[in-house]
């Protein structure tokens, strides 16, 4: 536990220390028992999170696991190449085709499977069927809670060539040469990954708005209606205000995730024919750095996912606040 | 609810065009709600058919000739049995140590008079926003700490998820402080208001965290793929992948009698696999179903 990360980190505490000694002492004293429950989390947090952000010196050096006898020594030892990592990805020509398939799944999913619940939870909003509503959320929300190997598992009985339904269905409609081979056209890689993701959290995700709907204040529909407003002015004046903030916080986690496409899906999903489609950052830093060893050009691609998500997030962040909303934090 | 739902819609209760909407919407939903449920009622049913009938039957729920075929086959062949058992045992470790690690860090951190505890907390916005990747964590985890082919490798890298302890910790701050301030009148330590206040009060909070925490590690494969080799200490998940994904044939060493059919019904097999994976987590389901969506409520209350 000797990271630079970890000792910058323990710093502040020590100077404080010093300085304000008697009050420190005081609050120790008084209060042993809540500094001995935050060890468990702190100890976790330096082991497990900092800890590898330490290891992310790897992305500037050549580092080779058998270049000292142990992993600091290897850390500390193996060759400096300062950005060279970092130009080596951007120069590959893989990088065009990662961040093509990155954004397209990204965007993708930003587009059609964020609105989807906000719509979702609106149509079920105006359910005056309680019954009715109640089990069809019971059912909706199904999905989410199943494994995405499952999620896999059924997209695979239900699409491949040889008996899977919905396959077959289509090739009755349009013919077998018109039908694609969703589970492994390159084509249909983005739709596939989107409608996995359709099918599972649209549902789930209509409870946040759904909560966030039923907070809104019932006198604001009273005085719409008494100023003569529709359905459709109900709906723009007052539900959307009333539930834009909830929409720009989930919008903001999403923004911030952009390169985040996950990797549990997508590597489930790719297989040989469509790999030229499914090959994107997460995957990438898997296959070159777990399997293949290669340490530095992965870790080089995902501190660039990293930043890069980090300045998303700080800037959605500051937009949203520019724009009067409360934003993240 | 009812009433104010009347206040909501009733102005132009039967107007025709609103009566067309509301049957609109009410399809909609129909046609969502039974998405959702009919692909596993189809792999559930397809699970007792005979391949035959799964071959040229194109759609059913209910097979016209009863098999149990695959799963005397799942049965005999016991790696998804040994797999249920191992996410079991990954599940409920793992979500004892998760809620563990969870609740002792939220405590301290829910009392606003603890000395350092901006410190704390900026140490855990920083693991929210930032972190080293995968790469450096799979070094530290198969390289320094030597976990391969351990349970540990799946439990600590996840101990505990930032977010899910600042549930925990919005809770805490949201009971009210004089029941605090009573125990500590009549003497007792803060390790006491934790275990005998705190704690029993925050009963819905933490079945809905331990439930995210415990669905997590059910689902969850991507880690076992990376960290576990050994075949007997397979999760289901990483089973029902091998089955779908990676193998084509079924083995067959001859000792079952297959009936007319007279092979393995791959397809079935792979069927009652997704069955018997899927089942566990279905069966909990309606019980768990509530503390989820109140979870998410808590979670969505800043703090």
Redesign the interface.
């Known amino acids: 536990m000797s990271t630079s990360a970890a000792a910058t980190l323990e710093k502040p505490v020590a100077v404080k220390k010093k300085k304000t000694g008697n009050t420190w002492g005081k609050a120790l004293r008084q209060h042993y028992w809540l500094y001995l429950m935050l060890i468990p989390g702190v100890v976790w947090m330096l082991i497990f999170c900092y800890l590898p952000m330490g290891g992310l010196v790897m992305a500037f050096e050549n580092f080779s696991p058998y270049a000292g006898a142990n992993i600091i020594e290897c850390l500390v030892k193996s060759q400096k190449v300062g950005f060279g990592n970092f130009q080596l990805l951007f120069k590959g020509t893989d990088f065009m085709m990662l961040l093509r398939n990155t954004l397209g799944i990204s965007f993708a999913n930003l587009l059609i499977a964020f609105p989807a619940p906000i719509i979702f939870a609106l149509i079920l909003n105006e359910l005056r069927c309680m019954w009715f509503k109640r089990v069809s959320q019971t059912f909706v929300y199904i999905p989410h809670f199943v494994s995405i190997v499952i999620v896999g598992t059924l997209t695979f009985q239900l699409f491949n060539t040889q008996d899977g339904y919905i396959y077959n269905l289509m090739a009755s409609l349009v013919g077998k040469a018109n039908t694609p081979d969703v589970l492994s056209d390159p084509d249909c890689f983005v739709g596939l990954i989107v409608g996995q993701n359709l099918w599972k959290e649209t549902g789930y995700g209509t409870i946040i708005y759904l909560s966030a709907l039923a907070s809104v204040d019932p006198q604001l529909y009273e005085a719409a209606k008494i100023d003569g407003a529709g359905r459709w002015n109900l709906m723009w004046h007052v539900t959307l205000p009333g539930i834009k903030g909830t929409i720009v916080i989930m919008l903001i986690m999403k923004v911030g995730a952009l390169l985040n496409t996950g990797y549990e899906q997508i590597f489930l999903m790719a297989n040989a024919i469509n790999r030229s489609a499914a090959e994107v950052f997460d995957t990438y830093v898997y296959n070159r750095g777990v399997s293949q060893g290669q340490y530095s050009l992965a870790t080089a691609a995902g501190l660039f996912k990293s930043v890069v998500s980090l300045v998303m997030v700080l800037g959605a962040n500051k937009c949203a606040k520019l724009l009067g909303e409360s934003g993240l934090y | 609810?009812?009433k104010?739902?009347k206040?909501?819609?009733g102005?132009?209760h039967r107007s025709p065009g609103?009566m067309a909407?509301?049957v609109v919407?009410?399809i909609?939903?129909?046609i969502?709600?039974?998405?959702?449920?009919l692909?596993?009622l189809?792999?559930f049913g397809?699970s007792f058919a005979t391949e035959r009938e799964?071959?040229e039957r194109?759609?059913f729920i209910i097979p016209r000739e009863f098999s149990i075929n695959a799963y005397t086959y799942i049965l005999k062949d016991g790696a998804v049995f040994k797999g249920l058992r191992n996410s079991l045992l990954v599940t409920v470790v793992g979500t004892a140590i998760n809620m563990?690690?969870?609740c002792?860090?939220a405590?301290?951190?829910s009392?606003k008079y603890?000395?350092?505890r901006n410190?704390?907390m900026n140490?855990?916005?920083v693991?929210m926003?930032?972190?080293?990747?995968?790469?450096?964590?799979?070094?530290?985890i198969a390289?320094?700490l030597k976990l391969r082919n351990t349970f540990w490798a799946l439990w600590?890298?996840g101990?505990?998820s930032a977010f899910n302890?600042i549930i925990i910790k919005n809770y805490f701050q949201g009971i009210p402080d004089e029941l605090e301030e009573a125990a500590i009148i009549d003497g007792a330590?803060?390790?006491y208001t934790?275990l005998r206040i705190m704690l029993p009060l925050s009963g819905p909070v933490l079945a809905a965290v331990s439930l995210f925490y415990a669905?997590g590690h059910?689902?969850?494969?991507?880690g076992a793929m990376?960290y576990i080799t050994d075949p007997n200490m397979e999760v289901v998940?990483i089973v029902?992948?091998r089955i779908?994904?990676l193998t084509g044939a079924i083995a067959d060493d001859g000792s079952i009698n297959w009936g007319p059919a007279g092979s393995p019904p791959t397809?079935a097999v792979?069927?009652a696999t997704?069955v018997v994976?899927?089942v566990p987590?279905?069966a909990v389901?309606?019980f768990?179903?509530k503390y989820?969506?109140a979870g998410?409520?808590v979670g969505?209350v800043?703090g």
């Open positions: 609810m009812a104010k739902d206040v909501v819609n102005f132009n609103d909407i509301q919407l009410y909609i939903t129909a969502a709600a039974l998405l959702c449920v692909p596993f189809y792999i397809a799964i071959l194109p759609f563990f690690v969870s002792t860090m405590y301290p951190l009392r603890l000395k350092g410190f704390f140490m855990v916005v693991i926003l930032f972190g080293g990747g995968m790469v450096p964590s799979y070094v530290l390289s320094v600590l890298p101990a505990m302890m330590n803060d390790l934790f669905v059910w689902n969850a494969y991507f990376m998940q029902l992948r779908i994904f397809k792979r069927m997704t994976a899927t987590i279905l389901y309606p768990i179903q989820f969506t998410v409520m969505s800043k």
